[in-house]
Structure formats: structure tokens, C-alpha cells
Nanobody, 121 residues
Framework: VQLVESGGGLVQPGGSLRLSCTAS????????MAWYRQAPGKQRDLVAR???????EYQRAVEGRFAISRDNAKNTVYLEMSSLKPEDTAVYYC????????????????WGQGTQVTVSA
């Protein structure tokens, strides 16, 4: 599956952004979809995940501020981000994985090219 992210940009602290990730191909509904982020000099970390069955989980630092959702009819997963903080600045990557692992993405997953989110006054 090929993934294309959009919606990143520059936003002031306290602002909001919505990221979108659209997948090509069929059977989007079977994939567990996730957003990861990577700040300069840091590892790529899970931000939010939504399983094929609709179960959601979040990194503790974004709970209550971010919301992940999916629209299977549009082959798209969204990340609604609000009350953004400078520490949310990173490249955000979309991931589609046919398998679920508590240890993170499996080798069977696919990645998008990433979209930059910068939170700064």
C-alpha cells in the first residue's frame, strides 16, 4: 500500500492542525493505521494508532489533545491536533500495518513520506 500524507505546516502554540493520510490500493479496512513522529536527533515514536476494528491508543504526551480517526470509504486516516506545543514539532509519518504489535510497526508495514509540523510563535 502506498501512503500520502498532507496537512502539515507552521502553527502557533495553542493552535490546531489536521493531518491526512490517504492510501492507494484495496483492503484499506484491514490495516491498522498509525501516526508516528520524529524530531531532529530523536527516534521515531508512536503518536496514535487506530486498529482495523477501531480501537485507538495514544502516546501519553498527546492524550486529550490529539484524535485519530479513519474513513474506510475514503481510504484515509486523520490526525486532529489541538493545543499544539513547541515540543510537538516533528516530521509526522503515516504507517499502515496489516499486523498489530505492541512493540511498534512490523516489517510488513508501509510508510508515507512524512509531513513537517512546526509549532512556533
Amino acid at each position: 500500500v502506498q501512503l500520502v500524507e498532507s496537512g502539515g505546516g507552521l502553527v502557533q502554540p495553542g493552535g490546531s492542525l489536521r493531518l491526512s493520510c490517504t492510501a492507494s490500493g484495496s483492503n484499506f479496512e484491514i490495516y491498522n493505521m498509525a501516526w508516528y513522529r520524529q524530531a531532529p536527533g530523536k527516534q521515531r515514536d508512536l503518536v496514535a494508532r487506530i486498529t482495523s476494528g477501531g480501537y485507538t491508543e495514544y502516546q501519553r504526551a498527546v492524550e486529550g489533545r490529539f484524535a485519530i480517526s479513519r474513513d474506510n470509504a475514503k481510504n484515509t486516516v486523520y490526525l486532529e491536533m489541538s493545543s499544539l506545543k513547541p515540543e510537538d514539532t516533528a516530521v509526522y509519518y503515516c504507517n499502515a500495518d496489516p499486523y498489530y504489535s505492541q512493540n511498534g510497526p512490523t516489517d510488513f508495514g508501509s510508510w508515507g513520506q512524512g509531513t513537517q509540523v512546526t509549532v512556533s510563535a
